[in-house]
């Protein structure tokens, strides 16, 4: 969405129905990742799945095409085929490995495939970090609170932590929100009204 906004065609690739039809909703091209690799100038993996990029991608990719994990340990790209697939390797910059396939077609690899947003840069943006900190505060205020009422299981963040942490968040960027008048809480919690 980030790319989106600012002014990329993304494409999304995606293995997951519901996730894909997400992905259409919101206005994304999606496509199955063999077409993709036709016509992608920039590869950001974010699976946390392994060989997603693989000799079959790297074949059908443009010359300068460039090659970016941001979703898993440094698997998600198949390095080592890329790496058979290679005549020539070197470091063009900190960071950026140039691939020489046979063809000539160069294929250029960000932060060895580990994670780029921690290893190629600052790691994640403070406007990230906040609300990431926050839920995860008060998830353990909520835990401990709760933990005699919760089941042994993986729980979801509540819906009440993560609104307040909306509203604090659109707060601090100056954002202001409409409210619901008390008639219209009034409307959704019945079913009494409407048709």
């Known amino acids: 969405m980030r790319a989106k906004g600012m002014g990329a065609q993304v ?38 799945n392994k060989s997603v990029l693989r000799e079959e ?3 059908l990719m443009k010359d300068g095409a460039i090659l970016a994990n941001s979703g898993h340990f440094n698997v998600e790209i198949d390095i080592e085929t890329l790496e058979g697939m290679a005549r020539g390797k070197r470091q063009i910059r900190p960071l950026v490995t140039e691939y020489v396939l046979e063809n000539d077609k160069r294929l250029y690899l960000l932060a060895d495939g580990r994670l780029v947003n921690l290893s190629a840069a ?4 403070s406007a990230v970090m906040d609300m990431s900190f926050a839920t995860q505060a008060l998830c353990l205020e909520y835990l401990s609170q709760n933990a ?48």
């Open 11 to 48: 494409i999304v690739c995606e293995v997951d129905p519901f996730k894909a039809l997400e992905a259409v909703m919101d206005g994304f091209q999606v496509m199955h990742s063999l077409e993709a690799a036709k016509v992608g100038d920039i590869f950001v993996t974010v699976t946390g």
């Open 57 to 59: 991608h790297f074949k």
């Open 122 to 125: 600052e790691g994640h943006p």
């Open 148 to 195: 005699s009422s919760l089941e042994p299981t993986v729980h979801d963040v509540p819906p009440q932590i993560e609104e307040t942490i909306a509203r604090l968040k659109l707060a601090s960027l100056g954002v202001e929100i409409d409210k619901l008048t008390p008639e219209q809480e009034r409307y959704l919690k019945s079913w009494a009204e409407g048709t």
